[in-house]
C-alpha cells in the first residue's frame, strides 16, 4: 500500500508521454524510462493497471479536421493506443516484469480481449495490466477509457501522468502567472471546463468516487514522489474528501 493509502492504481499515460523529444511515434529509450518508473512504483507492493493514449500516433479529431470521417479516424486511433501498449509491454518484459495487454478491439493473435475477471486474476499474480484500445468505441479518448477501466477494476486513484505537473487556473506556458491548485472538485473542474480529462472520464470517476491525481511524468522518480506524498500534483475529489 502506498503512503496515501492506494492499493491498486490506475495510471493513465499520454501517448506523448513515449515520443520522448521527437514529434512524432515511439521512442524506445523514452519507452523504456517509463518502464522503469512503473516498475519502481509497482515494487512498492502496488497493483498496477495502465492506459496509454495514442496521441503520439493517430488522433481522431485531427484526422476528423482534414475530411476524415470521424469515427474512422477514431478507429485508428485506438489501433494507435495498441501499438504503445505493446511497446510498453516490451519494455516492462526486458526488466523482468510481467504484463498482459488487453483491448477493447478483439486482436487474438497479439493480445488478450478485455475480460474483468482475467484482469483481477493477472493483477493478484503481480501482473501489470495494460488495458488498450480505450473502451473501444469511437467518439471517445483514451482518458474515457482510463476512467472505465478504474472503475470496473476497482482502483483507488487514477493517476494521469502528463507533460505538465498539475491543473492551473490558465495556460501555464502562456501565463507566467497561472496559478496550480492542490486540490480541486469534480464539479469545479466541470463547471469551469478545466482540462483536466475529457468531461465524460471525470463524470465517471466522480460518480465512482475515483480520485484522479495530474503530476507531470517528465520529472523523472516523479510517480513515486506522488506516490508517497512528496509530489507535485492536483488531486481532483469530492467536496471534503
Ligand atoms: N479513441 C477512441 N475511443 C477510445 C479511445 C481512443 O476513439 O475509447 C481514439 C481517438 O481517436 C483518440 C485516439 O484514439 O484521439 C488516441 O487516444 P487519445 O487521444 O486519448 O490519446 P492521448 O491523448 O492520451 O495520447
Redesign the pocket.
Known amino acids: 500500500m502506498s503512503a496515501n493509502g492506494y492499493r491498486r492504481i490506475l495510471l493513465?499515460?499520454?501517448?506523448?508521454v513515449l515520443m520522448g523529444d521527437q514529434s512524432f511515434g515511439i521512442d524506445p529509450e523514452t519507452v523504456a524510462r517509463v518502464a522503469e518508473e512503473v516498475k519502481a512504483a509497482k515494487d512498492t507492493g502496488l497493483e498496477i493497471c495502465l492506459v496509454?493514449?495514442?496521441?503520439?500516433i493517430?488522433?481522431?479529431?485531427?484526422?476528423a479536421s482534414k475530411g476524415m470521417d470521424r469515427a474512422q479516424?477514431?478507429?485508428?486511433?485506438?489501433l494507435?493506443?495498441v501499438m504503445n501498449a505493446l511497446a510498453m509491454q516490451n519494455a516492462l518484459e526486458q526488466i523482468g516484469v510481467q504484463t498482459r495487454v488487453q483491448s477493447?478491439i478483439e486482436m487474438d493473435k497479439v493480445c488478450e480481449p478485455v475480460i474483468r475477471r482475467r484482469a483481477e486474476r493477472h493483477l493478484e499474480k503481480g501482473r501489470i495490466v495494460i488495458f488498450a484500445?480505450?473502451?473501444?468505441?469511437?467518439?471517445?479518448?483514451?482518458?474515457?477509457?482510463a476512467a472505465l477501466r478504474a472503475a470496473e477494476m476497482k482502483c483507488d486513484a487514477l493517476l494521469k501522468g502528463t507533460s505538465v505537473d498539475g491543473v492551473y487556473d490558465a495556460d501555464p506556458k502562456k501565463v507566467p502567472t497561472a496559478k496550480r491548485y492542490d486540490t480541486l472538485t469534480y464539479d469545479r473542474v466541470l463547471a469551469d471546463n478545466l482540462k483536466v480529462m475529457d468531461a465524460s472520464a471525470v463524470a465517471l470517476c466522480r460518480d465512482n468516487e475515483i480520485p484522479i491525481v495530474v503530476f507531470s511524468i517528465r520529472e523523472q522518480g516523479n510517480i513515486l514522489k506522488v506516490l508517497d506524498g512528496t509530489g507535485v500534483s492536483t488531486v481532483v475529489k469530492s467536496e471534503g474528501k
Open positions: 493513465k499515460l499520454s501517448g506523448e496509454i493514449g495514442g496521441g503520439n493517430f488522433r481522431g479529431v485531427a484526422g479516424a477514431d478507429y485508428m486511433g485506438m494507435a493506443t477493447a484500445a480505450g473502451v473501444g468505441a469511437p467518439y471517445f479518448t483514451t482518458d474515457s477509457g
